[in-house]
């Protein structure tokens, strides 16, 4: 047989006997079959002859194909999870990294106009130099008031600011849910579509942020009372230390357990699927069931790498103030203060909110996958079978 009757790589029609003996030969490149040729099996009618079928991805097997989007259609490992957070945010920044830094710029702008108002506009400083009240008796009441408010204000405002600015990472948080999720099957979400996506969750997600929060002060609540009843009750002191270096060692392993199996995958079971609050938390738990250690161990981690990112990005802002605070008057020093941290505030969120919930999303993904075949309907999704 010639070179020229060989045919493309990847096709191989059966043989079909001859009326008269022998074997039909394959056609050239290109060459349309004569009727009655036995057709291939994966080529449609029109297609031109030769030409390869699509491939088929064959659920179970590793390989690009099954890798649309951020992350691999199979279950995850922990280098797998890391690229994939890391590459949804890097092809969705207006999505994750955008909605964190204005959540948290807003948010932390409240303490800096507070303490710009108090420091320079009202005249609240803490300079007693620059006081014009200091040393006259009959506005000692207001001075220390003054100095009081001048002190407190700004800390009082970065609290209000901070609680602020942990709802709006909530929020960017359930976007985020949305943005990894469609980023698994190769699809890209805008800021405004992902926002969209939250519509008719945004609600029951403070609801479950606030459950969430008044079951955590049950426990430490708990905990704490405990003591107050063990002193009630008389127990002597020697004793009562011990109890308390006992349970406390006791009291974090039940706040590990309460943090992955009744904490941790809420939010992305809300926003991902069609259930309430009570059956987001009944999600998160059962999905984690004999997969504790492993769920602990990437959650842990992650936090630890996130704790790890503020404190390189907040440390050498809040030194810097130091240094420039040392110069200056003391609500100007103040103020300095108050900058840097919003700003540090700012610069940490911009990473650690965006990477810490696409983590968790991601592990939610995977545990589905591991679970409930997940990935099959993924790759349906993405069209990498006819499912």
Known sequence: MSEGHYPPPGWAPPPEARPGGGFL??????QVPPPGYPAYAGVAPASPWGAAPPPVAIPGMLGAAHKPGAMPLRPLGLGDLYDAAFKTIRFNPGATVGPAVLVATVAMSIPVIVTAILGYAVGLGLDPATDPTVGDPSSAVFTTTAVMVAALGPFAASALGGLLSALGVLLVTGMIAHVTRAAAVGRRLTLGQAWAATRGKRWRLLGLALLLFVLTLG?????IGSFFLLDVLGVPGVLLGLYGILSFFGFLVVLAWFWIRVYYLPVPALMLEDVGVFRAIGRGYRLTS????????IALLTWIVTQVAQSVIGIPLGIAAGFVGADLSPTDAMMALVVAQSVSSIA??????PFASAVSSLQYLDLRMRKE??????????????V
């Not at 426990?219 to 905990?223: F, V, Y």
């Not at 075949?373 to 006819?386: N, P, Q």
Request: charged share 15%; hydrophobic share 45%.
């Open 25 to 30: 030969p394959p056609p050239r490149p290109g």
């Open 219 to 223: 426990l430490i609540a708990s905990w």
């Open 290 to 297: 004999r997969h504790f250690w492993r769920t602990f161990g």
């Open 348 to 353: 940490a969120t911009a990473f650690t909110a």
């Open 373 to 386: 075949s997940l990935d099959v309907r993924l790759m349906a999704e993405a069209g990498l079978t006819g």
